[in-house]
């Protein structure tokens, strides 16, 4: 059982290049996230669906795209990538219909992204 | 305005000590609190969660404590290990907040000596 799988683990991009950072999860977890951590603010929400097909915005989502036509797999699109975007990027999934514990995060192992 | 803090610096503490780790907030009402451990280059891994009308929950050697009152909670290693050194981020899971967004703290760095 892999969990929360993401791709590229690294990427070093230049300004202006567009790239598409991969989640993928086996737990068919219908809700899942994209977050991205930087030093001193700790773990901001991009955006995140709630089942294939849905989609919304969370605190941060310019400059990014995402789409769920799977429940499986939940990709992460950066536009045109900017220094402000060099950050390190978590995919997480969780499990709505577990009750109390329905919002405990599964993350992934991240993507470390530099752009120049 | 909304903040949620915890420890800026990190926490160093001897071997077969009890760590304690805050979480403060304000202006926000959360329906649940969680604790997840996170080690260099890995995703956050969730540790225990706790509800706003529970004043403890316990697992092994972990305790947290919840105090709407106050706005904090504080997460407890007793009898520490080297292995337990790791970044501790709490998250809060507001009240009527939309399914699936968590608010999360910065984390604090826990650096156990043997």
């Known amino acids: 059982n892999a969990g929360v799988t993401q791709t590229p683990k690294f990427q070093v991009l230049k300004t202006g290049q567009s790239m598409t950072l991969q989640c993928a999860q086996d737990?068919?977890?219908?809700?899942m996230s994209w977050y991205r951590q930087d030093p001193g603010m700790g773990l901001r929400l991009i955006h995140y669906s709630v089942g294939a097909g849905i989609t919304d915005q969370g605190e941060v989502p310019n400059g990014y795209n995402v789409s769920r036509s799977t429940t499986e797999d939940f990709p992460l699109r950066l536009l045109s990538a900017a220094p402000s975007q060099t950050s390190v990027y978590f995919c997480?999934?969780?499990?709505?219909?577990?009750?109390?514990?329905?919002?405990?995060?599964?993350f992934g192992a991240g993507t470390r992204l530099s752009v120049l | 305005s909304q903040k949620i803090e915890q420890n800026s610096e990190a926490l160093n503490i001897q071997e077969g000590k009890t760590a304690t780790l805050t979480c403060n907030y304000t202006n926000y009402s959360p329906a649940y609190l969680q604790w997840y451990r996170q080690d260099p280059g890995r995703g956050p891994v969730f540790l225990l969660l706790?509800?706003?009308?529970?004043k403890e929950k316990r697992k092994e050697r972990l305790k947290v404590t919840f105090d709407t009152t106050l706005k904090q909670s504080l997460f407890h290693i007793t009898a520490s290990q080297p292995a337990d050194s790791a970044t501790y981020l709490c998250a809060l899971d507001l009240k009527g907040g939309a399914t699936n967004k968590l608010i999360f703290g910065t984390g604090t760095l826990l650096a156990v000596q043997p």
């Open positions: 737990m068919n977890h219908e809700y």
């Open positions: 706790i509800r706003e009308n529970e």
């Open positions: 997480a999934s969780s499990d709505p219909t577990s009750g109390r514990t329905k919002n405990i995060q599964y």
